[in-house]
């Protein structure tokens, strides 16, 4: 929103010397976010009004002219011109070495300077109105015209041009989001107010409506009150077309609204004084009496914009005896819209229900200053404060026009609250130490009503903050505290009992394995949408139970029913840049409908479990594979939680093979898998050339130790030895057995390890060959050769016993 | 004798020859290993007389004895020639690295916050991401025709878009609401903070998401006064910038707090003094705050007359962008590892 502060004096008269930039200041710590100051004034500069004193051909061009001008004093300025509209006499715009302008070719700002036209010097230049930007105001007949300034009063050859047009103003740019609360502020009154209370200054009164006594043949009747509070209809007669008084215009222009005609200026005028939209009817077009009513099921109206809309019955009409005219609130009908002969009219100044206007200014897509006004929620009040205003303007300016009737339906007004607290409550919650009448004055410049008894304070609300801005102790202690300056406020820390430490145990293990995976577990940690594309569920074989009404993208509705999906579309469009990686996330999954979850306060949610997912990204599945089991195998130990085991699969999941998944166990309970991800789901999720080990478990379910369990065993007091074995074996052995044998084959055996698995030339096809290295000890004595040589053959003999065994080499 | 003489002296020159510890290892197996001069000496003391063999016995020991004594010489000698690197080794070559992982931007900030907030005594405290409108709105003072309840700014859940209230999820459109979960499950006097991800339906640019983070912190006690909301705004912005930040309060609004305020900070870019970063004013809106709407302390169980409070409600987003000068809202949830191994 635009704020002129001209327009604001006619308001309040700031104090004298006051900077725009401390304005933007002190209005942006109190009230509302003032975004930029633009002095329109600077746009001007060195452009002054001139008078033609003669002008004379070019001697060398057809198409141009020497002007003479009075540019004040004694002072003439030599112009070569090339517009049509030049005459003897004329006052224009001229602008002077050092100004600047914009040429009507393009090429955007530029300085005007002392030059040379063809032979003839050129001391400045003679401006049409869009080389000043000024088209709206002065719009131009034709391209290659000057600005005509004849319709100025009071014109002084050599004066500033900015001075004569009302354009030595100040703009206020603020930011409309910070009005959301403050329907109060929507137009210059309302600002002029609050500038009134912080800087102590007093408010103008404003003008008062004297309704006219007839009714003029009106009749209004309100189906709904909830839904139009308040509905004027005024009429006039002996309207004059034809465009506002040039004030008007400069007013409007100003602040970037384009002037159009009287009338609609006089409504726009009124909406950005005091924030109060207004509508006026051509009475020709309107039959009979008016009425506020819900639009009939499938009722259409043609609106100003030249569409034609479909209306439902929660839609609120203004309506004659024979359709809807009006869209409440939001746009007048075309039927009944005034033209350029209107010269009677009915002028509706009425206060519609927010949330209706609204939602259907959402619902048909059609948002206007009005309602986006409404929306707000204005005060009724304010209607009376607009008609003076309208009628004040009106008739100083057609005198001749004339109120012939007049309605106002008000059934409910509403009764702005008394806020009751004390002086105490509020100087506590601020930290403050204000006396009582400090307190009072300061709620009294913003407009309330107080009185005080002894520290209690019974605070009367004005209507133009009943909106539902102020109710409560709190909100006046909002207004004491910004009128006086949060920034005064004095620094009290809060004081805090500290009972115990803060134990967070669960918590604590989520960080733990977070870091565990992003230190020793080098991998990236990613984030990703919780709502999947249906390409990666299809990929993981999965369907989502829960989607969104408003989806981000129409193949993008359902919320992940796991981490799968997703870590899939991050493996797929990392793949693109690198051939290796490990990555992880931690996030919250969706996987059943079922409302099952009690919350506090009677709430019901679907289960949203946090889960964890790995991916590790290379070339051989088997060794990711291993890999990411060697990580699950370590983490109890490394994070200090009750260890993970894994065991076969009975149910498999389709996005990983077969034979290749494990599910990740907490004692007898599954909290997860882990798979080499397989063919299919690779394909389908556009993953090429690589191979991907997956795990994800289910972080809710995880058990963090109370404490670091860590137990010191004692180091061995006789030495230990190894014994490596080179097994040739079945390719069907499966290690756990092998193991299990190994480590029973001789009470010397304190442990097996796998050291490497080997396959290919010169091991036989269908076998593999194992390194596995046994570690001998006793806790009594120290080991002989002999014992070492029984060892070994204990072993060698029960790996016969069990399996198909070739002992390759020692 | 004038031969032992003679085999001393070519030893001792054999050891001063050696040029490598490799060179010397040869030259004291031929001296003084078992198949060596030394044995061969001793093995033909036993074809001298037997008058003799007392002296020369020692002599070849004595011979031992000095060739041992110049072979260690020599040893010490030839230490400080050895290398243990390649030849001409490239000690500009680089490091090699360590594997190496990370935490996501955000991940790092939300634990260096947790840190300085439980410094504070403050707990962590997490809630459900889909949340009813109860939580989302209802119990946060929002209007119940509040423009944010739409569809066209939340994500309501297919099947319950229709229903209010409790019965009405959505993914949760801002943090807030887990605030009152906590107080609904805890007894005043309390302090904890609330990171987490959120949602809002809307079209993504550079500067929008529709899926982003936030960190919220609430105090509740006997006395709270505006001012002491500063201890929080401090700790989130010393934690994320490292040093202190002028910030400063203004008026703003916000459902579930009265009075709202807006904080702001100094612009880091020009000190305050005014550039394109901050669009000349000095100062950058960083964040919400204020003490709760009685109605929300209300809806958390808890007496507004009896307790006063401060929220703190971050965006995180934002903050990581300024503080590692990101440019794209849209690059955290990318997934993309070009831009997440820059974060160490």
């Given amino acids: 929103m635009r704020i002129s502060l001209e327009w604001i004096s006619d308001y309040v008269k700031l104090p004298q010397g006051l900077k725009p930039e401390q304005i933007k200041y002190d209005l942006t710590m109190s009230t509302v976010e003032v975004e930029q100051v633009v002095d329109l004034s600077r746009q001007l500069r060195k452009v002054v009004t001139a008078r033609v004193k003669d002008l004379r051909p070019h001697p060398d061009s057809p198409k141009l002219w020497v002007v003479v001008c009075d540019a004040g004093g004694k002072k003439t300025v030599e112009v070569v011109c090339g517009a049509e509209n030049l005459s003897k006499g004329q006052w224009v715009a001229l602008a002077l070495p050092g100004a600047t302008v914009l040429p009507r070719h393009g090429k955007g700002p530029t300085v005007v300077e002392e030059s040379a036209v063809r032979g003839v010097g050129s001391h400045g230049m003679i401006c049409g109105a869009s080389e000043l930007g000024l088209e709206k105001l002065f719009p131009p007949a034709d391209e290659m015209h000057i600005m005509d300034l004849e319709e100025l009063a009071e014109l002084e050859a050599g004066r500033s041009l900015a001075a004569a047009i009302g354009f030595e103003d100040v703009i206020l ?71 506002s008084p040039f004030w008007l215009r400069s007013r409007l222009v100003r602040v970037e609204q384009g002037p159009i005609n009287f009338l609609v200026d006089l409504t726009n005028y009124i909406m950005l004084s005091l924030g109060q939209p207004s ?76 949330s209706g206007v609204r939602r259907t200014s959402s619902k048909l897509n059609v948002t206007t200053d009005s309602s986006m006004r409404f929306e707000k929620g204005l005060d009724p009040v304010l209607i009376d404060d607009a008609l003076a205003l309208f009628c004040k303007v009106l008739f100083e300016t057609q005198p001749e026009a004339e109120a012939t009737g007049f309605v106002d339906n008000f059934p409910a007004p509403i009764e702005p609250p008394a806020v009751k607290t004390t002086v105490e409550f509020i100087n506590r919650r601020l930290g403050a130490q204000h006396s009582e009448a400090e307190v009072c004055a300061m709620l009294e410049r913003l407009g309330f009503g107080v009185s005080c008894d002894r520290g209690h304070l019974t605070v009367q609300v004005p209507s133009w903050r009943a909106t539902g801005d102020v109710s409560l102790p709190e909100d006046l202690v909002e207004e004491v505290g910004r009128l006086y300056g949060y920034e005064n406020l004095e620094f009290f820390p809060p004081v805090v009992k500290l009972e115990r430490s803060i134990r967070q145990p669960r918590l604590s293990l989520e960080r733990r394995i977070r870091e565990y995976l992003a230190g020793p577990g080098s991998m990236r940690e990613i984030v990703s949408y919780p709502w999947v594309e249906e390409r990666y569920l299809e990929a993981a074989g999965m369907n989502p139970p829960l989607g969104l009404t408003s989806p981000p993208a129409p193949d993008t509705q359902g919320l992940q029913p796991s981490l799968i999906p997703q870590m899939l579309w991050a493996v797929a469009s990392n793949l693109r840049f690198f051939q290796e990686f490990r990555i992880f996330q931690v996030a919250r999954v969706f996987p059943s409908s079922a409302l099952t979850v009690l919350h506090e306060g009677g709430e019901k949610l679907p289960p949203q479990p946090k889960h964890l997912s790995a991916a590790l990204v290379g070339k051989d599945a088997d060794r990711l594979f291993l890999e990411a089991k060697g990580i699950l195998e370590a983490l109890g130990r490394e994070v200090q939680m009750e260890p993970l085991g894994l065991s076969g699969e009975p149910e498999p999941v389709s996005w990983a093979e077969p034979a290749g998944q494990l599910t990740v166990r907490l004692g007898e309970e599954s909290v997860g898998r882990l798979g080499a991800v397989s063919a299919r789901t690779m394909r389908l999720a556009g993953i090429r050339r690589s191979a ?83 570690t001998i000890g006793s806790s009594e004595r120290t080991l002989e050769g002999k014992d070492l040589e029984e060892v070994r053959e204990a072993l060698v003999k029960r790996a016969e016993e069990e399996f198909e065994l070739t002992l390759r080499s020692l | 004798m004038q031969n032992l003489e003679e085999i001393r002296k070519r030893g001792l020159a054999d050891v001063a020859a050696a040029d490598s510890p490799e060179s010397l290892q040869e030259v004291r197996s031929a001296l003084i290993g078992r198949k060596g001069e030394i044995g061969r000496l001793f093995k033909q003391l036993s074809s001298a007389p037997p008058a003799d063999r007392k002296a020369l016995g020692q002599a070849v020991n004595q011979l031992k004895g000095a060739w041992e004594e110049a072979i260690l010489q020599r040893h010490e000698a030839l230490l400080d020639s050895i290398s243990v690197l390649p030849d001409a080794f490239d000690l500009t070559r680089p490091g090699t690295p360590p594997a190496s992982g990370g935490l996501h931007p955000i991940t790092q900030i939300v634990y260096d916050l947790n840190d300085a907030f439980r410094s504070l005594s403050f707990e962590v405290f997490d809630g459900p991401e889909i949340s009813s409108e109860l939580f989302a709105f209802d119990h946060l003072n929002f209007r119940a025709d509040h423009p944010a309840r739409d569809s066209m700014d939340t994500y309501w859940l297919r099947g319950y878009a229709d229903k209010r209230g409790a019965e009405r999820i959505c993914l949760r459109p801002h943090l807030t609401g887990a605030s009152v979960r906590y107080m609904l499950t805890h007894s005043p006097p309390l302090r904890f903070v609330y990171p987490g991800r959120v949602y809002r339906n809307e079209s993504t640019d550079a500067s929008h998401e529709r899926a982003f983070f936030q960190y919220e912190a609430l105090i509740v006690d006997k006395r709270v006064p505006f001012s002491a909301g500063k201890v929080m705004v401090d700790a989130v912005l010393e934690t994320v910038f490292g040093r202190h930040v002028r910030t400063r ?49 209300r809806a958390g169980g808890i007496d507004p007359d009896q307790w006063e409070g401060f929220y703190l409600n971050v965006g995180l987003d934002r903050l990581a962008m300024m503080r590692f000068e990101i440019n794209d809202v849209r690059l955290f949830h990318s997934a993309d590892l070009r831009f997440l191994s820059q974060f160490k």
Avoid at chain 1, 289 to 306: H, N, P, S, V, Y
Avoid at chain 2, 272 to 280: E, H, N, T, W
Wanted: charged share 25%; aromatic share 6%.
């Fill in chain 1, 279 to 354: 509508h006026a009817f051509d009475i020709d077009q309107l039959h009979g009496t008016i009425e506020i009513r819900q639009a009939r099921k499938g009722e259409k109206l043609e609106l100003l914009d030249e569409t034609t809309y479909e209306l439902a019955e929660e839609d609120l009409v203004i309506a004659d005896e024979e359709s809807a005219v009006a869209l409440a609130g939001i746009m007048g009908g075309r039927s009944t819209s005034i033209r350029d002969d209107t010269d009677e009219i009915v002028l509706e100044i009425a206060n519609f229900e927010a």
């Fill in chain 1, 173 to 243: 740019e603020i930011d409309n989001k910070s009005l959301t609360n403050r329907p109060d502020l929507l137009g210059h009154r309302g600002i002029g107010r609050e500038l009134a209370a912080i800087y102590k200054c007093p408010l103008e009164p404003p003008p008062t409506f004297q309704p006219p006594r007839r009714a003029g043949g009106l009749a209004v009747s309100i189906e709904n009150p909830a839904r139009c509070r308040r509905y004027t209809a005024t009429r006039i007669e002996s309207l004059s077309a034809g465009p």
């Fill in chain 1, 692 to 774: 991907v080990a997956l795990l994800e478990i289910d972080l809710t379910r995880l058990q963090p130790l109370p404490s670091r369990e860590n137990r010191y065993q004692a180091i061995p007091r006789f030495p230990q030895n190894e014994c490596d074995l080179s097994l040739v074996l079945p390719v069907e052995v499966r290690w756990a057995d092998l193991h299990d044998v190994l480590g029973g084959a001789h009470p010397l055996v304190l442990a097996v390890q796998l050291i490497e698995e080997y396959r290919g030339d010169p091991v036989p096809a269908g076998k593999k060959s194992l390194l596995v290295r046994a």
């Fill in chain 2, 249 to 297: 309060l203004r008026t703003g609004f916000f459902p579930f707090v009265e009075p709202g305020f807006e904080i702001d900070m100094e612009c880091l870019n020009c000190a305050g003094r005014g550039c394109a970063v901050c669009k000349q004013d000095g100062w950058l809106e960083v964040m919400p705050g204020g003490p709760p709407h009685p109605n929300v302390f």
